[in-house]
């Protein structure tokens, strides 16, 4: 089945600095890959995907990027705030968002 | 619009007990899935329904099992537990068909502790 590795696994940049996040998939028969921020105490929730007809998509200081030929995409957040302290977690999905699998998340700081 | 409501929010259960936990999807959503969030495993599906139906299933042992009502409303529930059994429970709830985004919208879980 679908495999999804994660990396960093933390991650602490300041006030402003931009983080990236990776993300690699092992089955080529996936087609979605949405990315989910977790604050503490609360569920994930949705912050960008993209479908693998796309090579990149950006909303506002977010960005994906999805490199189907090595099977990996990647999470950028430019001019980093406090409240972007969080978990994100990477995932791949066959079906459009149903039977995510999730990478094992990175848990970001930033330091103001 | 009210979001996805799970409860009950923390149970304690000891080994050999079942539970069920609950979950209300937003209205309009027909599709349900169940997450179970670990430190060691991460987030890990477990299934999902739509329409009364179980249309996906994880790699998670029969003791796992779900049902969803006619409201949509779905419920899970854990047989036999085991210490491993102990994690936080996401519900997740989306529209489901051909018009579905894609997107899940989280509860804010169910944290079981089996002691």
């Known amino acids: 089945g679908e495999n999804v590795e994660q990396h960093p696994s933390t991650l602490s940049v300041q006030e402003g600095d931009s983080a990236v996040i990776k993300c690699t998939y092992s089955?080529?028969?996936?087609?979605?890959f949405p990315w989910y921020k977790q604050e503490l105490g609360k569920g994930p929730q949705l912050i960008i995907d993209?479908?693998?007809?796309?090579g990149e998509k950006k909303d506002q200081r977010i960005a994906v990027t999805l490199n189907k030929t090595a099977k990996h995409f990647s999470l950028h957040i430019t001019e980093t705030q406090p409240e972007d302290s969080a978990v994100y977690f990477c995932?791949?999905?066959?079906?459009?968002?149903?039977?995510?699998?999730f990478g094992a998340g990175t848990i970001l700081r930033v330091k103001s | 619009k009210a979001g996805v409501t799970q409860t009950p929010r923390y149970l304690i259960k000891t080994r050999g007990q079942q539970v069920t936990l609950s979950c209300s999807p937003i209205?309009?959503?027909?599709?349900v899935s169940w997450y179970q969030q670990t430190p060691g495993q991460g987030l890990q599906f477990l299934f999902e329904?739509?329409?009364?139906?179980?249309?996906n299933k994880g790699n998670f042992p029969g003791r796992f099992s779900g049902r969803q009502f006619s409201n949509s409303r779905s419920e899970m529930n854990v047989s036999t537990l085991e210490l491993g059994d102990s994690a936080l429970y996401l519900c997740?709830?989306?529209?489901?068909?051909?018009?579905?985004?894609?997107?899940?919208?989280f509860g804010e879980g169910s944290r079981l502790t089996v002691l």
């Open positions: 997740a709830s989306s529209l489901g068909d051909r018009t579905n985004t894609g997107e899940l919208f």
């Open positions: 995932a791949a999905s066959m079906e459009y968002g149903n039977k995510l699998v």
């Open positions: 329904y739509f329409s009364e139906t179980q249309r």
């Open positions: 089955d080529s028969a996936s087609n979605y």
């Open positions: 209205s309009g959503h027909r599709s």
């Open positions: 993209i479908r693998s007809n796309v």
